[in-house]
């Protein structure tokens, strides 16, 4: 996935990453498969169905907490 520009400039991206850390969320950085610091990847191991979901809800809490403005549209972050 890709925080969008417009949202998440440079600063509000390693703040994303801190607010998931301090929740116990690991994803996995772009910059670990080539790509930009923006893009994040989400793992769908063999968590249990409850595990997963609240994981989506903290990096749905970090979105909306770390966007440097409100989205115009609900999709903050772009698919790669």
């Given amino acids: 996935?890709?925080?969008?520009?417009?949202?998440?400039?440079?600063?509000a991206v390693e703040h994303f990453y801190e607010a998931l850390t301090a929740q116990g969320v690991r994803v996995g950085r772009g910059t670990w498969f080539g790509d930009e610091a923006r893009v994040f990847r989400i793992g769908f191991g063999n968590l249990a169905v409850h595990d997963f979901l609240t994981g989506l809800e903290h990096?749905?809490?970090?979105?909306?907490?770390?966007?440097?403005?409100?989205?115009?549209?609900?999709?903050?972050?772009?698919?790669?």
């Fill in 1 to 11: 996935m890709r925080l969008e520009p417009s949202i998440f400039d440079d600063p």
């Fill in 59 to 80: 990096v749905a809490s970090a979105l909306k907490a770390c966007g440097t403005r409100e989205p115009r549209r609900a999709d903050s972050v772009n698919h790669v």
